[in-house]
T-cell receptor
């Protein structure tokens, strides 16, 4: 069964703090994604990774960085949290191109981050 | 123009009725299409994927794809109150690798 987990369901941080959000998948997926979801703005891609140590910017990378040291783990880092980064953060993973259903993305449960 | 468009709703249907959710997309070369269901406060869960023109059925759900008209729809038969959620349409545009473009979602309310 598909399994994507995220380190926290709810997180409260203060402005200026460094925040780590972690995502782990046990499906041996190559691709991993970080989105944020805000009312009225839908799902927006922050960063994605198609291999260990590889990363690509999505639509809204400013204020974020990522790390992928192991295939199963993809971390999102807020270097200095700000109130406008209060949001629901969703991690997803998928197989690479060339296989069956390779573009199907499976989501983790999400982290609701509040920055005060 | 948004790449994937959905009516935000809410779409309200009585219990037992057919709910029809629609999605249009702009990239004519798109190959893969997905419907996700998202309950309030939860993450999206995959309902169906469709890759070819026509209908694809899975239980009470039917996805319909018309590439010539660039729309994809989701029909939910015998709608239940538990189907009340936001439904996200997602498309894999041409040359986008594994990226998906999501619509803003349609909120469905099934009234008992």
């Amino acid at each position: 069964d598909v399994k994507v987990t995220q380190s926290s369901r709810y997180l409260v941080k203060r402005t200026g703090e460094k925040v780590f959000l972690e995502c782990v998948q046990d499906m041996d997926h190559e691709n991993m994604f970080w989105y944020r979801q805000d009312p009225g703005l839908g799902l927006r891609l922050i960063y994605f990774s198609y291999d260990v140590k590889m990363k690509e910017k999505g639509d809204i990378p400013e204020g974020y960085s990522v790390s992928r040291e192991k295939k199963e783990r993809f971390s999102l880092i807020l270097e200095s949290a700000s109130t406008n980064q209060t949001s629901m953060y969703l991690c997803a993973s998928s197989f690479p191109l060339g296989g069956v259903n390779t573009d199907t993305q499976y989501f983790g449960p999400g982290t609701r981050l509040t920055v005060l | 123009q948004k790449e994937v468009e959905q009516n935000s709703g809410p779409l309200s249907v009585p219990e037992g009725a057919i709910a029809s959710l629609n999605c249009t997309y702009s990239d004519r070369g798109s190959q893969s299409f997905f419907w996700y269901r998202q309950y309030s406060g939860k993450s999206p869960e995959l309902i169906m994927s469709i890759y070819s023109n026509g209908d694809k059925e899975d239980g009470r759900f039917t996805a319909q794809l018309n590439k010539a008209s660039q729309y994809v729809s989701l029909l939910i038969r015998d709608s239940q109150p538990s189907d009340s959620a936001t439904y996200l349409c997602a498309v894999n545009p041409f040359n986008a690798g594994n990226m998906l473009t999501f619509g803003g979602g349609t909120r469905l309310m099934v009234k008992p």
